[in-house]
């Protein structure tokens, strides 16, 4: 349930999304991962607290018509982080 929770989100040094209020509704974003950069970093940045720390975020990421599905957590001393690698076939 959301409890006002804010973020912002980094991929591999931009943002997709900033100074966003968590919601219960899925917000999709695509991104392109560059075929030349197989190293991937997707970073969870906690705006505030919201009413219950950490904040999180659940995050699916479709790779080859296959979800994946992770939570990330962050407060305001640490962010959580995914990191992937891009194996073209």
């Known amino acids: 349930m ?25 917000l999709r974003l695509k991104v392109k991962i560059s075929p030349t950069n197989p190293n991937n970093y997707l970073i969870l940045y906690a ?19 296959k979800e994946y599905k992770l939570t990330l957590k962050s407060d305001m001393k640490t962010s959580g982080a995914l990191n992937f690698t891009y194996k073209p076939d």
Do not use: C
Not at 14 to 26: D, F, G, M, P, T
Not at 47 to 65: C, D, K, Q, R, Y
């Open 2 to 26: 959301p409890d006002g929770d804010s973020i912002s989100l980094n991929l591999n040094g931009k943002w997709i999304l900033e100074e966003y209020e968590v919601v219960k509704a899925k």
């Open 47 to 65: 705006l505030n607290l919201g009413e219950f720390s950490p904040n999180t975020a659940a995050v699916a990421v479709l790779v080859g018509g």
